[in-house]
């Protein structure tokens, strides 16, 4: 019976929420559509759009070029599926919406991939 309540206890602390200092620390993913154009142009680079979010004092960990995971038709001239990824810190998510970024987890197909500084 103790075996079970030190168990549990330990399974319960696992789980608990972060503390605030980790809170601060912890990174997400963000990303912006680059602009690419099927058959037409290849989109802004992930350096260049990058400077969006550090204009406005978000710390950007490292950038990357990806794809949404969403079906899109194959026509020239509709818009492809390639996106810009950013690590950020969770704390600048709002302000990151703010200028037109959104969470990768809002990417039902999004196959997330090692994003290196």
């Known amino acids: 019976m103790r075996y079970m309540v030190v168990l549990s206890l330990l399974l319960m602390a696992c789980g608990q929420a ?4 980790d809170r601060a620390a912890a ?10 154009v099927q058959c ?3 989109g802004e680079e992930a350096a260049v759009m990058a400077r969006q979010l550090t204009d406005q004092g978000i ?4 950038a990357q070029k990806a ?3 969403r079906m899109h038709s194959m026509v020239c001239g ?3 599926d390639s996106i810009n990824v950013f690590a950020i810190r969770a704390e600048d998510l ?16 999004y196959s997330d991939q090692a994003c290196t500084p």
């Open 18 to 21: 972060p503390s605030g200092a």
């Open 67 to 69: 794809r949404d995971g």
């Open 27 to 36: 990174m997400l993913k963000v990303y912006k559509h680059d602009g690419a």
């Open 40 to 42: 037409q142009s290849k």
């Open 59 to 62: 710390a950007v960990q490292c």
């Open 94 to 109: 709002d302000k990151a919406e703010s200028l037109g970024f959104d969470s990768v987890d809002t990417l039902d197909g």
């Open 78 to 80: 509709r818009p492809s």
